[in-house]
Each structure stands twice: as C-alpha cells, then as structure tokens.
C-alpha cells in the first residue's frame, strides 16, 4: 500500500502562523484576515490520495498547490494538521526520520531537471540509489532498466549537456523511477517543454503507470494536462482545495462558479474516452459456439454485429450486421471478419473517429487484458460527440451570460 492522506493541512508563512489558522479555521477568507505580513499558503486541505492512483493537483499560480505537494514529503513542515503517509504521521517525525521516509519511500520529478551537468546520464539516474546507499554495481543496474524503461537505453555514457530538454526530463524521470519507490512527486515536471515532446511524455507517463502501479502525485497549472493523465484532479483557489473528483465529475458537476469559469474551454472530445460512450450489451459468441449458435445468430443479424470471442473473452472476428444471408463461408459456417478494428478503453473520443473510419464494423472496446468490454458504432460515436459539443457551447454561453449580467 502507498497511500497519502492529509487532516486539516495548514501552511502559513511569516508571523504568528497559529494566530492566522485560528482566524481561517474560524471561517475568514484568507482575504479577510488580519495576517500582520504573513502569508497562508495551503488552507485547511483534506486529500486521501489512494493506493497506485495518478492524482493531479491543479492550480493557478500562487494556488498553493506546489507548497502543498512540499508538504506530503516533509520539505515544508506544516503549521497545523496532519500528513498520513502509508499510516504513518510525517508531522510527527523529527528531521532524521522524514529524511529516512523520503528516500524509502518517495521520489521527486522536478520542473528544471535538476541534473548534474558533470555526471553521466546513467550516473545522474543513479544518484537517488547513490542517497540510499546502495552499492555501485547494484545501482548502476537498476538505473539502466529506468533509463530503457523511459527510452533512454544506449545513451548512458552521455552527458546532460548532450541532450534535448525532453530526454532531459526522461533522465529525471528514470532517477526516481530507479530509487523504486513506492509514491513518485511530480513538480510541473513537464512544463518547460515543448507542447509535442510533453505531450510524448504525458503519454508515456500514462504507459509506464499501466505496469509499475505507482502513487503519482503531479503539479500542474495545465487543466488539459490535468484531464489528460490523472485518475483524480484536486482544484485549488487561494490555499483551498475547491474540488476533487475525476475529469468527467468535475466537466459535469463544477462544484462552483470557479471551477465552471476554470473549465469552460475544456474540449470534451478530448476528455470523454471510449469506456465512457461505448456500449456495454455487446453481442457475442465464442469462437468454439459459433457453428451451433448460427441460426441463433442469423436472426439477429438485421441490426447488429456480432464479436467473435475467444476462451479469454478477447476479441478475435466480427460477423457484420446484415451478414446471414450472404457471408456465409462454403458449408454454411458464418464469414468471420478478422479486420476488426480494438481501442482501449481510455482512448479518447476525439482519437476515436480516425478509428472508426477506418474500419467496415463497430469498434471493438478492451480492457487492460485485451477483453472486450463494449463496442461503438458510427453512429454512437456521432451521437456521444454531438452531445459533448453541446454541453460545452451550453457552458460557455452561460459563462458569458454571467460575465455580462456582472
């Protein structure tokens, strides 16, 4: 287990911090406390962040989101509240024991790399292990499988200085990831990148979490970005926590005006996936059944497709909607067309139209084990994308309704 969970959280800077928690617990904004030159940074934030979860928190700058994140590792101690790291109470500990906790435990991506421009790639992977105390042939080991893990194998003996600002980032992230850590921190990690190399590495950050199974915990001032990679998005405004929930949770149900206005220029197409529009009552037939449930099959093949499944239950022909009387192979035995076009389930809507045009059938859905678990015709696709675009021309009309009532 890798769990972080926060109780009332608290981070003031400057003089009396505890009378300034008091004024905000008391219910003051932060706006209308009498600070006397101090600064509340994180304000009464409550987060349980679950086991190999990618949670996002979000923010515009001076949001408090970075403080916050400095805080689950202990960088920053907190002015009140708690922070549970797998059970244990971080703000109880004394500098010794975080420090030991840190590097058992987690690893930090920064925005800026934070690589020593003197050391080789592979002994800038290996540093977190060097901090460990790990020994040279050991570390040097498992600082090579992170560098092949984030494409990065045959450039080892490299120096930093040596490459683009993308395989940079890739030599950060492959440092944390060979400290084998259970929770990985990620500051801003890919803002300072172009938008196509960061987009390559939202991408492979989402493949990677697919098989490591790690607690990510990332910073972003990038709503897109949030949308696009995490399991949960936390919101904050001015030290709070606004709302959490998934992408779609907080698209459908803004907790305020706030998140409404923060979340109007969201393309939808790019956050709804194929899970969310599929339909989940496929029909299908075993591939070993399919000679005895023909007749069966045949009946209902006036408006539906039928998937051919193997033992697994993943996906291996389609008979075609409209197939009885004419794609019957010699003998009888239905024509399986092993064309069939497979999507994940977390592709998104928007990927999902070159998909289907490119295929004569309804897209087959699978899950992370290849099994089918729903199916979307042209027409579903159409459907699900007309309505997303409605929902967003609706928000963004009563957005500027507002603006101008105000």
């Known amino acids: 287990m890798a769990t972080v969970k926060t109780e009332k959280l608290y981070k003031v800077f400057g003089p009396n911090p505890e009378k300034v928690v008091a004024a905000l617990e008391g219910g003051a904004g932060r706006s209308e406390v009498d600070t006397g030159g101090a600064t509340a940074a994180v304000v009464d934030a409550d987060l349980d962040i679950r086991d190999g979860e990618t949670f996002v928190v979000m923010g515009l700058s001076g949001s408090g989101k970075s403080t916050l994140l400095r805080m689950l590792n202990g960088l920053l101690p907190a002015t009140s509240g708690r922070v549970l790291v797998d059970g244990e109470d971080l703000t109880a500990m004394s500098d010794r024991e975080a420090r030991h906790l840190r590097r058992r435990t987690m690893s930090m991506v920064f925005q800026h790399f934070a690589l020593f421009p003197h050391r080789t790639v592979l002994d800038n992977a290996a540093y977190g292990l060097q901090i460990q105390g790990v020994g040279k042939a050991e570390r040097r080991r498992k600082a090579a499988r992170a560098l092949e893990l984030t494409g990065l194998a045959g450039w080892e003996d490299h120096m930093p200085g040596q490459l683009s600002g993308g395989m940079q980032q890739r030599v950060g992230l492959a440092r944390a990831l060979a400290a084998e850590t259970d929770i990985l ?12 190399i960061r987009r390559d590495m939202q991408d492979q950050l989402t493949e990677l979490q697919k098989t490591l199974n790690k ?7 990038d709503l897109d970005e949030a949308m696009r990679i995490g399991d949960r998005i936390a919101i904050m405004r ?24 923060f979340t109007q220029d969201v393309d939808r197409t790019r956050v709804l996936t194929a899970e969310n529009v599929m339909d989940r009552q496929a029909v299908t037939v075993t591939a070993a059944a399919l000679d005895a449930k023909w007749d069966e099959i045949a009946a209902d093949q006036g408006h539906r497709s039928v998937f051919v499944v193997d033992e697994s239950g993943r996906p291996v022909g389609v008979i075609g909607s409209g197939a009885a009387g004419g794609a019957a192979a010699p003998g009888g035995r239905p024509r399986v067309d092993r064309d069939l076009v497979e999507v ?26 290849g099994r089918l678990s729903g199916t979307i015709t042209q027409d579903r696709l159409l459907g699900a994308a007309g309505e997303a675009t409605a929902e967003y021309s609706e928000t963004a009309l009563q957005s500027e309704a507002q603006g101008a009532a105000s």
Do not use: K, W
């Open 344 to 369: 994940p389930e977390s592709a998104s809507l928007r990927s999902l139209f070159r998909s289907s045009a490119a295929s004569d059938h309804p897209l087959a859905v699978v899950d992370d084990a």
């Open 238 to 261: 001015a030290g709070r926590i606004v709302q959490i929930g998934t992408a779609r949770e907080i698209l459908d149900s803004p907790a305020n005006s706030y998140v409404q206005e």
């Open 215 to 221: 607690t990510i915990i990332f910073i972003t001032h």
């Open 185 to 196: 921190l990620m500051d801003e990690a890919f803002s300072a990148l172009d938008p196509l």
